[in-house]
């Protein structure tokens, strides 16, 4: 059974940084495309940033390019968020996911198989 659960999330200030995690269960990671989605209140989910295979490419949406940073630990079999320079429009559920999307159509969450469950994070002004 695939599992994926979240870590990371939390209260920060604007301006500050967050390490969000994702532990992949019953599937090796690197194997996958794995995605990083948020949601907010009264908004629809979408795409944040992914990464192909372990350091392999990497994908960001146009709000956090630049600030953020997708990796992954084959050994732990977990991916990572690094979120930097954070602001009160990224308070959201951030959920990461696991699949096998159509080539260039990352940014789809139709494309992933495998969700978690979502963590917190709340950035405050």
């Known amino acids: 059974q695939v599992q994926l659960v979240e870590s990371g999330g939390g209260l920060v200030q604007a301006g500050g940084s967050l390490r969000l995690s994702c532990a992949v269960s019953g599937r090796t990671f690197s194997s996958y495309v794995m995605g990083w989605f948020r949601q907010a209140p009264g908004k629809e989910r979408e795409f944040v940033a992914a990464?192909?295979?372990?350091?392999?490419?990497?994908y960001f949406a146009d709000s956090v390019k630049g600030r953020s940073t997708i990796s992954g630990d084959s050994a732990k079999n977990t991916v990572f968020l690094q979120m930097n320079s954070l602001k009160p429009e990224d308070t959201a559920v951030y959920y990461c996911?696991?699949?096998?999307?159509?080539?260039?159509?990352?940014?789809?969450?139709?494309?992933?198989?495998?969700w978690g469950q979502g963590t917190q994070v709340t950035v405050s002004s």
């Open positions: 990464i192909r295979g372990s350091g392999g490419t990497t």
């Open positions: 996911a696991s699949g096998r999307p159509f080539s260039g159509r990352y940014y789809y969450t139709a494309g992933y198989d495998y």
